[in-house]
């Protein structure tokens, strides 16, 4: 049984063809159409209903500032205590 080797030189014109084809297919006019939500974002954060603007966006803005926050101090907090723990330098 012979086994044939592959001729290398069909391969790049090959995957340029498979990319230009993919680039193509992905920047078409066809694409199915957005809704504009803009205005309604607009709308929901110039209101002026006493809230903080990372508050207004609703629980899930709540939820990531708390989250970002209690990370934030954990960090902080290990730091200075890592940095307390560690040996000091003798002049």
């Given at each position: 049984m012979s086994f044939r080797l592959c001729n290398r030189s069909h391969y790049p014109s090959r995957y340029i063809y498979k990319t230009a084809f993919?680039?193509?297919r992905t920047f078409t006019t066809s694409a199915?159409?957005?809704r504009n939500k803009v205005p309604e974002a607009q709308k929901l954060f110039q209101e002026d209903n006493?809230?903080?603007v990372h508050i207004k966006g609703g629980t899930s803005?709540?939820?990531l500032y708390r989250a970002t926050m209690i990370l934030s101090g954990t960090c902080y907090?290990?730091?200075w205590?890592?940095?307390a723990a560690a040996p000091q330098k003798n002049a």
């Amino acid at each position: 049984m012979s086994f044939r080797l592959c001729n290398r030189s069909h391969y790049p014109s090959r995957y340029i063809y498979k990319t230009a084809f993919l680039a193509r297919r992905t920047f078409t006019t066809s694409a199915r159409q957005l809704r504009n939500k803009v205005p309604e974002a607009q709308k929901l954060f110039q209101e002026d209903n006493g809230l903080p603007v990372h508050i207004k966006g609703g629980t899930s803005d709540v939820m990531l500032y708390r989250a970002t926050m209690i990370l934030s101090g954990t960090c902080y907090s290990l730091y200075w205590l890592l940095l307390a723990a560690a040996p000091q330098k003798n002049a």
